[in-house]
């Protein structure tokens, strides 16, 4: 029985790794060709394919899941067409071990995907978005500016460039509900020996029963933000951060009495993400055991691509939903995954 286990396992893991590298190839190319839109004489095409290299662990990290289920109704498929599952049956293998034979390699896809969504995936997005942004234009700052709150500081950074440099930087301080002071800056620069910030060129008012302007060539800012955090928080969409980075941003945003919507949706999507490609491996057990018993390899892999595409539809769909009509990120990162493994069970069940 050790042997048949090992058997299934080795199967599967092929057909999850061959489904991953047809998907990163695939969305790799197609990635590709849309960048060729946005070519130019700073962003060439070796630019766009460094982006592309640096986006593979995103690909891969996105594209799990589906590669899991792919992978299931391939590697299994091939078992079924030559009838190997009819001979495990027979020799006592039951449904449910089959299934936890074909769990067990793709949980450890799955933990390698954990491992690098929580160490690599942010990095080489970073990297991958200071490459496309700086290459398309000299800063990387949406257009109406980067807002943060510290404390009872408002900030404001007109333009921000990857390299740590800032400028049109506007600090609005309040307190008791009322502007105190303001600081504007030409400029700012960070220095990363003595890790700190300089402004320059610096306008400061005082608001109060006089106001007070003072003009200084250049003065310290203390803040506690980073050049490298500046560049994640403005770069990397929530859904790519680390679960340690959301629940630090998630706790600073509680802590200033801020939306933290948008983050909290992200880490549950993180968190949930390895049962994501396990429901969806019970979603390709049930499919081979149940509708899909006597057809090839071909409508196999069309009905994953198409329950994919579906499970895709309704994250997109949940997310948003969640944070317009304010119901917990928990439901809606939960619920396509509780829907398939609800389906998953009953095909399963009714295979026998």
């Not at 089959?98 to 970073?126: N, R």
């Not at 030409?186 to 003072?214: C, H, M, P, R």
Request: aromatic share 12%.
């Amino acid at each position: 029985m050790k042997k048949l286990d090992l058997y299934i396992g080795k199967t599967v893991i092929l057909g999850i790794l061959i489904s991953s590298s047809g998907l990163i190839g695939l969305l790799s190319v197609l990635t590709f060709l849309e960048e060729i839109g946005d070519l130019n004489e700073k962003y060439d095409a070796l630019s766009a394919l460094k982006y592309i290299v640096y986006s593979i662990p995103r690909i891969f990290y996105e594209t799990l899941p589906y590669a899991t289920l792919l992978g299931c109704l391939s590697g299994l498929g091939l078992l079924a067409n030559s009838s190997q599952l009819i001979v495990m049956r027979s020799f006592g293998m039951s449904t449910w071990e089959i299934t936890w034979s074909a769990a067990k390699p793709a949980l450890v896809i799955v933990l390698l995907g954990l491992f690098l969504g929580e160490t690599a995936l942010p990095k080489f997005e970073k990297n991958a978005r200071v490459i496309k942004e700086s290459g398309l234009e000299e800063d990387i700052t949406p257009s109406s500016g980067f807002w943060f709150k510290e404390d009872k500081t408002y900030i404001r950074l007109g333009k921000v460039f990857s390299d740590g440099r800032l400028r049109d930087v506007n600090l609005i301080e309040e307190k008791n509900g009322r502007v105190v002071k303001t600081v504007w800056a030409e400029k700012a620069t960070y220095d990363y020996l003595q890790a700190k910030w300089s402004l320059f060129n610096v306008k400061t008012t005082k608001i109060g029963y006089q106001t007070e302007g003072k003009i200084q060539e250049s003065i310290d800012w203390e803040t506690s933000i980073t050049p490298s955090q500046l560049n994640t928080e403005i770069l990397v969409d929530p859904s790519r951060m680390s679960i340690r980075e959301l629940q630090q941003k998630i706790s600073f945003l509680q802590k200033e009495g801020l939306e933290f919507g948008q983050f909290e949706l992200g880490l549950w999507k993180k968190i949930f993400q390895p049962l994501a490609s396990l429901a969806l491996v019970l979603v390709g057990v049930s499919f081979i055991f149940g509708p899909l018993r006597q057809t090839n390899i071909g409508t196999r892999l069309v009905a994953g691509i198409t329950f994919s595409i579906c499970f895709k539809f309704l994250q997109d769909f949940f997310g948003p939903a969640s944070l317009v009509f304010n119901f917990s990120p928990i439901i809606a990162a939960g619920l396509p995954i509780l829907v398939s493994v609800v389906l998953g069970w009953h095909l399963l069940r009714k295979a026998g």
